[in-house]
């Protein structure tokens, strides 16, 4: 068996293992399980998404150790933990360590069958999440699978669910499959309480992606919204904020924020926020987003949306800063070589890949892009894809 250690590779040289790193990192190991330590780098839910997805999809045995050892609360949160359960429904396979607090698990995968799984995180943890662990899975069952994602939608510290729909879908589906994704009731922090219905069928097989040229900004539009007992001029505030401050710099763009009170019937509790995305003359797309609390100003959340926006906008990276690491597993699936070029690499993107790398036999290099002026920080990520494949289709 292996042992996966937590060498951290330094950003320029991601994919260069030495031969005596390798040693270091591999170990013979008990019953055969690839051991992941789920507290070195980024120390997240991320390390335990990405490994188990892989371990799920390879049918690799694994034991997580220190989860979330880097975090104020360490161990497994009720999202993680339904997330996790629903991998093992998903695949027939044995948890053990699931429980809210655990900071160890192992998990012993089966062969991943479609049809409909359910998770609920039973709070606020963030369906998009629970999607970034399945969605790999299931794009690889023998038939095809409806996921229903109980949580929150628009949530901290997650992709909100608009991102998903807006941004990562469209540029994910270049991988060559499709989904569906039916928001069927929006949910906030603290209480949760939304739903969202994920449809899609099998793969063959996933397809490099290609996404190096960045192209011009053609248009600008999103979404500024209130649920519940909030007013409707606290999203009128927070859009035309967002509108004054991308004004400054874009000057010449028209932008189309629109302000929606979201219908009672479609939203579980109150909260507020805002994304904006921009789209290129190539098909790039970038985001900005901003939620809002008891105590924030709806014109700070509006300018820092706006102002993230615009951050993804200056690096000339093809993709935005929280694509970039939803991206590496699909890469690592993928038959042959993806080349994506995006901003600084962030310290999840080295994460998924550090982990994509110990678990599939893909190999990313790292470059920083030396083909224009050089105030840009801009960097290609490449992979060579392992090319899984489907055996059930």
Request: glycine share 12%; hydrophobic share 35%; net charge positive.
């Amino acid at each position: 068996g292996l042992a996966v250690c937590g060498a951290q590779p330094t950003p320029h040289r991601l994919g260069r293992s030495s031969p005596g790193r390798r040693r270091g990192c591999l170990l013979p190991m008990d019953g055969d399980r690839v051991e992941i330590d789920g507290g070195v780098m980024e120390g997240g839910g991320q390390i335990l998404r990405v490994s188990t997805a892989l371990s799920c999809l390879l049918g690799l045995p694994l034991r997580v150790r220190r989860i979330r050892a880097g975090r104020s609360q360490p161990g497994l949160r009720p999202q993680h933990l339904s997330g996790l359960e629903m991998i093992r429904d998903l695949c027939d396979g044995q948890l053990d360590g699931g429980e809210i607090g655990s900071t160890e698990i192992t998990f012993t995968p089966g062969k991943i069958k479609g049809g409909t799984h359910i998770a609920d995180t039973k709070t606020a943890g963030s369906v998009c999440l629970l999607l970034q662990v399945a969605m790999p899975c299931v794009l690889f069952a023998a038939s095809p699978s409806e996921l229903r994602l109980k949580g929150g939608t628009n949530a901290e510290m997650a992709p909100q669910i608009d991102y998903t729909v807006l941004v990562f879908k469209p540029i994910i589906e270049k991988f060559n499959f499709t989904f569906d994704c039916d928001i069927k009731r929006r949910g906030y922090y603290p209480q949760g309480g939304g739903e969202v219905i994920v449809r899609m069928s099998p793969v063959k097989q996933l397809s490099p992606i290609n996404l190096t040229e960045r192209g011009t900004v053609t248009k600008i539009h999103g979404r500024a919204f209130v649920a519940g007992a909030l007013p409707i001029k606290l999203a009128k505030d927070m859009a035309s904020a967002a509108v004054r401050c991308i004004r400054k710099e874009i000057g010449d763009l028209y932008v189309n924020i629109q302000p929606v009170r979201e219908p009672d019937n479609q939203a579980f509790g109150t909260g507020s926020g805002i994304i904006i995305v921009a789209e290129t003359s190539t098909g790039c797309l970038f985001a900005g987003s901003s939620l809002g609390k008891r105590g924030k100003n709806s014109d700070r959340v509006g300018i820092e949306a706006a102002e993230m926006l615009l951050g993804n906008l200056r690096h000339g990276g093809a993709v935005d800063d929280y694509l970039q690491d939803q991206l590496i597993i699909f890469m690592a699936l993928a038959n042959g070589v993806s080349r994506v070029k995006s901003g600084p690499i962030t310290l999840h993107t080295q994460t998924a890949v550090h982990f994509a790398e110990q678990l599939t036999k893909a190999k990313f290099t790292v470059t920083k892009s030396e083909d224009e002026d050089s105030t840009k920080d801009t960097y290609f990520i490449e992979c060579q894809g392992m090319g899984m494949i489907n055996s059930s289709l």
